[in-house]
């Protein structure tokens, strides 16, 4: 048949990775992350892969933390629960608002249903497709938890103004979650490689959190 080509749906590092990936799924195929107890290395593994990941994103390992999830639905939803449990114990927030562009990734909206957190979605510009920072403050309220932005988002590929939002953030004593979908560790490799990228990691003072999927150009596998 014709030949198609498609962007965004596998990540492939070349056939020689894609047999070491096998091998090392074969080495710990048995092994259940769950029991750290029975099976400690799952552990030790994860916190190098987070290390790693922190660094990565110009963080610090020693003081900044996550977790390894099952994909970036799972990164979004503990990422607008850890929002709700913050704001509940900090702030008193009882009725929490999550401020979402209208390109951000359909899981926001899913972990908000899921969390009982009011999904605010706020529309992008018409011809760079990117949120605006004034259009955001226009829907803070005394119920924001956070706000989230895209580098980059997945639709159109475009970085929002990370440095507005954090700006916003700080501002207003409210988290900042970047949600690196499409790009994930493509984006700090880039930055490494000379090219000019406007600022979205740990480097930015205002940004909160971060999610990054290891399958994107961190050849895991999915």
Same mark, same amino acid.
């Given at each position: ?42 552990? #030790?593994? *994860? ?36 929002? #709700? ?10 009725? %929490? *608002? ?11 909206? #899913? ?7 009011? =999904?605010?979605?706020? %529309? ?36 929002? %103004?990370?440095? *507005? ?30 090219? *000019? ?7 930015? %003072? ?13 050849? =895991?596998?999915?």
């Amino acid at each position: 048949g014709k030949k198609r080509q498609s962007s965004g749906a596998v990540y492939h590092g070349g056939k020689t990775l894609s047999q070491l990936q096998n091998q090392a799924y074969a080495l710990f195929s048995i092994a259940n992350p769950l029991h750290p107890d029975v099976f400690p290395f799952t552990r #030790k593994m *994860e916190s190098e892969i987070l290390a790693m990941t922190v660094s990565y994103f110009n963080g610090n390992p020693y003081k900044q933390r996550g977790l390894v999830t099952n994909g970036g639905t799972e990164s979004i939803s503990m990422a607008v629960r850890a929002y #709700k449990n913050w704001a509940l114990q900090s702030k008193s927030i009882y009725h %929490p *608002e999550l401020i979402v562009a209208q390109s951000a990734h359909s899981a926001f909206m #899913k972990a908000c249903e899921m969390f009982e957190v009011q =999904c605010i979605v706020v %529309p992008v510009d018409a011809n760079t497709f990117t949120v605006k920072s004034a259009t955001v403050r226009r829907y803070i309220t005394a119920n924001t938890i956070a706000i989230v932005g895209s580098a980059p988002q997945y639709a159109q590929g475009v970085l929002d %103004p990370i440095l *507005e939002l954090s700006k916003l953030a700080l501002e207003y004593q409210i988290g900042l979650h970047v949600d690196c979908c499409l790009g994930s560790l493509l984006m700090p490799t880039l930055q490494r490689m000379g090219y *000019e990228i406007p600022p979205f990691d740990f480097r930015v %003072p205002g940004v909160t959190s971060i999610s990054a999927d290891t399958h994107k150009f961190g050849y =895991c596998q999915k």
